[in-house]
């Protein structure tokens, strides 16, 4: 049995670090509320604008604009989002893990350029000897727009002067602070061009014409899918780290209340023991 020392020793270490996790789990509980709101204000916008799209491009040819023309994936782009930090659970191991399922399914039959966004995932790589097209760190605490059009000039540059034929991102779509849903999401070449199968019911009036408003819309449509897939993955991390400091304060608590009866029966025995040596001595005594 541990001495009384080296359990109060520990009971003072675990409440430590109970004070810790329960600050982060507050600070991640008040960036999640802002987290939430800016993705469920960009969630109707983004749909809005893809469903606009579907319409304007059901009217045109897919050669109409080079981001509609669908080639045969021979190279194909994937952008990893993962966080600076850890202490969320398994937030950035299901990505990871996402990640490596997509490149070892396509393996041998496409050459796949990754990009990843966070230390961790550049880390997990790294250390892997797998080669990385570009690298993001620290990289969450800039404006977020600005984040998004930057990734989208390189994926439409890159897929505009074919040098790959899809592009594809990958993120964890925020459903609540308990659910996180790894997502693999499709770019380039952007969906919706030709399609027979949805039955158009809006009717537009164009000026200018369809072609010159898909020039300049479909960019826009790039930007909005990867602004909208950051905004998800921070409030995803947000959430994950949320519910892991919960559960690591719980069982901090836990630990402190099982150490904190040990303790008390180690000093019950320790007494009981003294009194025994009382007891005998006097009794030898006389």
């Known amino acids: 049995m541990a001495t009384l020392k080296a359990i109060r020793k520990r009971i003072t ?8 996790t329960k600050a982060m789990k507050m600070v991640s509980a008040a960036k999640l509320r802002r987290s939430q709101e800016a993705v469920m204000q960009a969630r109707p916008y983004a749909e809005k604008v893809a469903a606009l799209l579907r319409n304007l491009s059901a009217r045109v040819s897919k050669e109409a ?9 021979k190279r194909v782009d994937l952008w990893l989002l993962t966080a600076d930090r850890g202490l969320c659970g398994g937030y950035n ?29 550049v880390d997990y790589f790294r250390r892997r000897r797998v080669e ?11 404006p977020m727009g600005e984040f998004a059009v930057e990734i989208a000039e390189k994926m439409i540059g890159r897929f505009i002067r074919g040098e790959t ?8 779509r925020f459903r609540s602070a308990l659910s996180q849903v790894p997502t693999l999401e499709k770019l380039l070449p952007v969906a919706g061009a030709g399609a027979e199968t949805e039955k158009i019911t809006i009717e ?10 898909l020039a300049n819309l479909l960019p826009k449509v790039v930007e909005v899918a990867v602004y909208r897939s950051l905004l998800e993955a921070v409030a995803s991390e947000h959430g994950a780290r949320m519910t892991a400091m919960d559960s690591a304060t719980t069982n901090a608590a836990d630990m402190i ?24 001595t006097a009794e030898a005594l006389k």
């Open 13 to 20: 270490s675990i409440r430590n670090t109970q004070q810790i």
């Open 65 to 73: 604009h080079p981001l509609l023309t669908e080639r045969e994936e």
């Open 93 to 121: 191991a299901n990505l990871i893990r996402a990640a490596e399922t997509f490149l070892r399914t396509h393996r041998g039959q496409k050459e796949i350029h990754l990009a990843v966004v966070g230390r961790k995932g």
């Open 132 to 142: 990385l097209a570009a690298r993001y760190l620290n990289a969450w605490g800039r």
């Open 165 to 172: 034929d899809a592009a594809y991102i990958l993120y964890s």
């Open 204 to 213: 537009y009036l164009f000026e200018p014409d369809v072609k010159t408003l």
């Open 257 to 280: 209340s099982r150490l904190t009866l040990q303790m008390n029966r180690a000093r019950q025995a320790s007494i009981t023991k003294e009194l025994m040596e009382i007891v005998s």
